[in-house]
């Protein structure tokens, strides 16, 4: 079965620090992949979304992740974090084909002190 | 422009009851799905309404029934509650219907069954 495993449950970090969340998903065929983030309070928001073309895909509030298909993954990636940062990061993905449902992984609840 | 809205925003009922959850779609989106999220865990996909249809099920029993109504709109109902069907329901939307979409969802309806 489709699934997605994102190892980091808890991860604390200071102002300025680089921020990688790790994403693996197991399915053998041609996925599109997303990570979607949940601000205190507020609803799942879209951060970015790989579909095709560039492994390298940039989002919104300057994250960035990249697909590496030999590694079934997909990592999130921030250069510097901001205390507004703070939030659950989900990943996700689906297979296309006539539904776009949603596989997510379990989440990471990131905290970023000032 | 309206995203997804959802009510009410939080419930409280008993086990055995029933539940009837809302979701108006994002304008212009006609597919809507629901996922269940329970605390500390990712959004679980329940079912998708395309066309007033169900598209597609997750793995959830037959207490769980849904409806889409020609404006696109959504209700989810839940029978027989049990304590182990409190969690944040979630709904999303999309369009064009088909699996290399975005998902909106709306902030969601806290349920409590006690």
């Known amino acids: 079965a489709q699934s997605v495993s994102q190892h980091n449950h808890h991860v604390i970090l200071s102002e300025a620090a680089s921020l990688e969340l790790g994403c693996n998903y197991s399915y053998g065929g041609t996925v599109n992949l997303f990570w979607y983030v949940q601000y205190p309070g507020q609803h799942l928001q879209l951060l970015l979304k790989?579909?095709?073309?560039?492994?390298l895909v940039k989002g919104i509030k300057g994250f960035e992740a990249e697909f590496i298909k030999s590694k079934f993954s997909f990592n999130l990636r921030k250069p510097s974090v901001q205390w507004s940062d703070t939030a659950e990061y989900f990943c996700a993905l689906n297979y296309g084909g006539a539904t776009n449902k949603l596989i997510f992984g379990t989440g990471t609840l990131l905290a970023v002190q000032p | 422009d309206a995203g997804v809205t959802q009510s009410p925003t939080h419930l409280i009922k008993t086990r055995g009851q029933q539940v009837t959850l809302r979701c108006s779609p994002k304008?212009?989106?006609?597919?809507v799905s629901w996922y269940q999220q329970a605390l500390g865990q990712g959004p679980q996909f329940i079912f998708q309404y395309y066309e007033e249809e169900e598209r597609q099920r997750g793995n959830f029993p037959d207490r769980f029934s849904g409806h889409q109504f020609p404006n696109y709109s959504s209700e989810l109902n839940v029978n027989a509650l049990l304590l182990g069907d409190s969690a944040l329901y979630l709904c999303?939307?999309?369009?064009?219907?088909?699996?290399?979409?975005?998902?909106?969802f709306g902030q969601g309806t806290r349920l409590t069954v006690v």
């Open positions: 304008s212009g989106h006609d597919t």
């Open positions: 999303a939307s999309s369009f064009p219907s088909g699996g290399g979409t975005e998902a909106f």
């Open positions: 790989y579909f095709s073309g560039d492994p």
